[in-house]
């Protein structure tokens, strides 16, 4: 019953911007970090963003400035919004949500996924 479900991923051009949403349900997320993901054919999975409870947030250095995370606790939401997206960000993103309190993630240690929605960035 616990869930994750992401949106708003598509096909967008390069320099463009798009608005993932994640819905968290069967639980309460108040005690979990909350973070990004993606992963491109042939990679690793790679931690995107994070933000905790408190609003601490995390951003990996290349999308630093171009991507912000935010969650609403209220509603157990995060959303990511993107803005000047580039080719290399391509991927399927994951929402993820892991108990705790710490920013960095791995992905071995994460305690729910979503299924990932594809976002595609064309130059």
């Known amino acids: 019953q616990v869930q994750l479900e992401e949106s708003g991923g598509g096909l967008v051009q390069a320099g463009g911007s798009l608005r993932l949403s994640c819905k968290a349900s069967?639980?309460?997320?108040?005690?979990?970090?909350m973070a990004w993901f993606r992963q491109a054919p042939g990679k690793e999975r790679e931690l995107v963003a994070s933000?905790?409870?408190?609003?601490?947030?995390y951003h990996e250095d290349t999308v630093e400035g171009r991507f912000t995370i935010s969650r609403h606790n209220g509603l157990n939401e995060v959303y990511l919004e993107m803005n000047a997206l580039k080719p290399e960000d391509t991927a399927v993103y994951y929402c993820?949500?892991?108990?705790?309190?710490?920013?960095?993630?791995?992905?071995?240690?994460?305690?729910?996924w979503g299924r990932g929605t594809q976002v595609t960035v064309s130059s």
């Open positions: 993820a949500a892991e108990r705790g309190n710490r920013n960095l993630l791995v992905a071995a240690r994460v305690d729910y």
């Open positions: 069967g639980r309460s997320f108040s005690g979990h970090v």
């Open positions: 933000v905790t409870s408190g609003g601490t947030t």
